[in-house]
């Protein structure tokens, strides 16, 4: 299974640079997570948008974002999307699926939307649709499982 977030542990507010009032869990708490990104989301209304803006080491050999940042991308996005049907879960991807639209570049931040499509008990499905200048590169659906809720003193020591 894939990434492992708590995501009732608070999002960290950028306080400064272009993404200064976006949220993210990275805060070098997931290593990767910090080397790629910074990956972060902001709760526009009951939707939620995703960014990053790639840098000349997100590039592949071609000049084109590599498509595995985009992937890490998209299974950041599903987690940000989700995470008001998290609530105080603990959550792993199951799948994280992707098509490849047209080639993403350093130019201008990366985008994703999307939506939760159904919630059961353990499992939540989501989609979304990563885009640049308003161009669509990849879309992407997944599967997470909730694997646990927190305990008060997990989330008091940080979600561990």
Not at 77 to 97: M, Q, Y
Not at 117 to 140: D, K, M, N
Request: charged content about 20%; some cysteine; aromatic content about 8%.
């Amino acid at each position: 299974m894939g990434d492992e977030v708590a995501t009732d542990a608070p999002p960290i507010t950028l306080s400064d640079g272009p993404f200064a009032g976006w949220s993210t869990w990275s805060g070098g708490r997931d290593a990767y997570q910090t080397l790629l990104g910074p990956f972060v989301f902001r709760t526009e209304g009951d939707s939620v948008r995703c960014a990053f803006q790639p840098r000349a080491d997100h590039l592949n050999g071609g000049g084109a974002v590599h498509g595995g940042a985009l992937m890490s991308f998209a299974d950041f996005s599903l987690f940000a999307i989700a995470h008001k049907a998290l609530r105080d879960t603990r959550a792993v991807t199951v799948t994280c699926n992707s098509e490849f639209l047209s080639a993403g570049d350093s130019a201008s931040v990366i985008e994703a939307s999307g939506e939760v499509l159904r919630e059961t008990r353990s499992l939540i499905f989501v989609r979304g649709l990563v885009t640049q200048a308003s161009r669509p590169v990849l879309a992407f659906s997944g599967t997470l499982k909730k694997i646990r809720a927190l305990s008060r003193e997990q989330r008091e020591q940080g979600g561990s």
